[in-house]
């Protein structure tokens, strides 16, 4: 029985890496013992992050200008880490809004800095909307420019990268990292809970620019602290083993499969299945205006709230679960992320469209 999982988070992972750590779950590389059972320091583990390091290097082709550090505390602890490190006295972190993540972030900014939250929404169509990032006013005076590409819960995403003179662009790919390719370079910092496209959580990566290391910021936990975590090779403390060997094997599995390039072909043609098929519907609509519909959630609404319940059972009888739009949000939402087959897009639309024969 093959279930899809549409899960926002955590997300399925391609079945070949969970099916290879099952193989090696009680002892790893011969040596008679778990993974999860050893140290962090000892020279098989030490082993394994320098090759996943290099792995996520090839991956997202990210230069020696920057340092990638392995990280706890998720993508909400880098909402911290990035105005904590990052701060500048008498310049704001400047906050781009377009969601309920990224106004997350500027919340957890505020407790530690002077925020300058700037609204990107252009909701007045009736659709979910964004402006062209280059009418997007940033102020000059920033510590950093903080924006979040893809809105998990809105299902929106933002393709093109804003830009500014003087202050860092700091970005918050939870749930885009690895999906399609990107310019590391036009970034400063990156930041990605591992839980979606990476690895199971625990995890978070943050690419950044070695410059920054740097700045001074503001007094800051030791283990958020990105100097410390640079100079001590993300083990200041014991990181998250196990999330950390899975984050490599799944790095391993997308080199072998094309890497971020066949990952993008094949996350565009899912999404256009979906959205083509809920745009030519007028039993379901998506509300997001296309030129930044989101290629990893996509959000959708039934013609009739009340047929939620009946729609969600139906859905998990057919073997497609987790498919709960955010409480936020209501309706539907279905997350397509790279472990994700088109059989799974397929099943779900041919359910979609019975679903919706039925209760016409
Ligand atoms: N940012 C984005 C874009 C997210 O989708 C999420 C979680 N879904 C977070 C931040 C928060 O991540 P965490 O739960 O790992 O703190």
């Known amino acids: ?119 990107v929404r252009n909701d007045d169509n009736g659709q979910f909307d964004i402006k062209p990032v280059n009418q997007w006013l940033l102020p000059e005076n920033a510590s950093f420019i903080h924006y979040c590409p893809n809105e998990t819960i809105d299902g929106i995403e933002i393709f093109d990268v804003p830009k500014h003179k003087t202050a860092p662009i700091v970005a918050d790919m939870s749930s885009m990292i690895l999906s399609r390719e990107i310019n590391v370079d036009d970034f400063d910092v990156i930041y990605a809970g591992a839980q979606k496209n990476i690895g199971p959580s625990g995890l978070c990566i ?52 094309g890497g971020v390039q066949a990952m993008e072909v094949h996350n565009k043609n899912k999404a256009a299945i979906l959205y083509d098929y809920i745009d030519g519907s007028d039993f379901y609509s998506n509300k997001v205006a296309k030129h930044c519909r989101s290629l990893m959630n996509v959000p959708f609404w039934l013609k009739d709230d009340n047929l939620n319940a009946e729609f969600l059972a139906q859905a998990a009888q057919n073997n497609l679960v987790a498919l709960e739009g955010h409480r936020l949000v209501g309706g539907m939402r279905a997350s397509i992320y790279n472990a994700m087959p088109i059989e799974g897009i397929n099943a779900l639309v041919s359910f979609m469209e019975k679903f919706a024969k039925e209760h016409s």
């Open 1 to 119: 029985m093959t279930v899809y999982n549409f899960c926002a988070g955590p997300a399925m992972l391609p079945p070949e890496v969970m099916n290879k750590a099952q193989q090696e779950f009680l002892n790893w590389q011969n040596l008679g013992v778990s993974v999860m059972e050893m140290s962090h320091r000892s020279a098989p583990f030490l082993a394994m992050v320098k090759e996943c390091e290099a792995s996520l290097r090839r991956l997202m082709a990210i230069s020696d200008e920057f340092d990638v550090l392995f990280m706890h505390g998720g993508g909400r602890g880098q909402f911290a880490a990035v105005p904590l490190n990052l701060h500048l006295d008498n310049a704001p972190g400047v906050y781009i809004e377009n969601g309920i993540w990224s106004t997350g972030a500027t919340q957890e900014g505020a407790r530690f800095t002077t925020v300058e939250g700037i609204n």
């Open 206 to 257: 943050v690419i950044i620019r070695k410059t920054l290391l740097a700045r001074e910021g503001l007094p800051c936990p030791s283990i958020l602290d990105y100097k410390i975590e640079a100079k001590q090779g993300s083990m200041y403390n014991t990181p998250p083993t196990f999330s950390w060997y899975l984050a490599a094997e799944v790095f391993k599995y997308l080199e072998a499969n």
